[in-house]
């Protein structure tokens, strides 16, 4: 698949290195990297090995003929403007950007400078191993919003350069697609991290390796048959068992009664919508 004559990085992070490292072999000269912070950027550069610095956001812009932003939500707005204002008018630069929450609408500046804009999110996490990350693009899913069918076009081309696979999401969708994504595996972090807490109060030294299997097999169960993988007190109505757990979480874990009576209450929630008859007026007021 043909790639591009030189891409830019704006941003010197976790994704920008990912980027970079992903898109090296698709780029006929070195990716250049800026960052507002030129020593993170010649940092990242170093470690990478594969990538140049470049001090001046308008030389970058002028350079490349793909252009990624790189950088945190509410830092794209600010950029996508600083690009525009560099941009030659002569040219239509490929720009986009890699966050969840925004389409494409908000590198408008860029839009009406000429540019061909998108925002291509990876759906998936970024540690800080950029070798890993990339080699994990390769079969991810990524979010696609472009602001033309020719930019939606480069959009898919640019995700099949990384090994990825393209979805595209409407403008207006992006929110509600990035809460998704964020519920699920944000808050499973701060789900693991409350059970893991309970655990050591109760005794457990190693709780990671406590649920380990416990988790994985409920993960792989849920993305394979849905609500109907949940097992457990909520499914079977044991009342007794639910009065249990929050006598011995308001004693022993207070912190985490709050989300387990919210879990537990979306839980009934999903319950009633399949059943109502399944769901006794007793669990449900033991909750509230």
């Known amino acids: 698949m043909t790639g591009f004559q030189q891409i830019g990085i704006v941003g010197a992070g976790r994704v920008a290195q990912a980027l970079a490292l992903g898109l090296s072999p698709h780029s006929l000269a070195p990716p250049l990297l800026w960052a507002r912070a030129p020593d993170k950027a010649e940092a990242a550069a170093a470690r990478l090995g594969c990538a140049v610095t470049e001090h001046r956001i308008d030389r970058l812009m002028q350079s490349c003929d793909a252009v990624a932003i790189a950088v945190s939500d509410d830092a794209v707005e600010t950029i996508a403007a600083e690009l525009a204002a560099a941009g030659p008018a002569d040219r239509r630069p490929f720009v986009f950007h890699v966050s969840g929450r925004s389409g494409a609408a908000i590198l408008e500046p860029l839009h009406a400078a000429g540019a061909l804009t998108a925002a291509i999110h990876p759906a998936m996490t970024f540690t800080g191993d950029p070798q890993g990350e990339a080699a994990r693009m390769k079969q991810a899913r990524f979010a696609v919003t472009g602001s033309s069918p020719q930019a939606i076009e480069l959009a898919h081309r640019l995700v099949g350069l990384l090994g990825g696979i393209a979805v595209d999401i409407a403008e207006e969708r992006r929110p509600l697609y990035h809460a998704a994504l964020c519920h699920a595996s944000n808050h499973l972090v701060t789900l693991m991290d409350g059970a893991s807490h309970a655990l050591r109060n109760a005794g457990v030294d190693d709780p990671a390796t406590f649920l380990a299997p416990l988790v994985r097999a409920a993960l792989e169960n849920s993305l394979d048959r849905g609500f109907d993988a949940l097992s457990g007190p909520l499914r079977r109505g044991d009342s007794r068992t639910i009065e ?3 006598g011995a979480l308001g004693a022993g874990c207070p912190d985490l009664l709050p989300a387990y009576r919210a ?14 008859a399944r769901v006794s007026p007793e669990l449900r007021s033991l909750l509230c």
């Open 244 to 246: 249990s757990h929050l």
């Open 263 to 276: 879990m537990a209450l979306a839980t009934l929630d999903e319950l009633t919508r399949g059943d109502a």
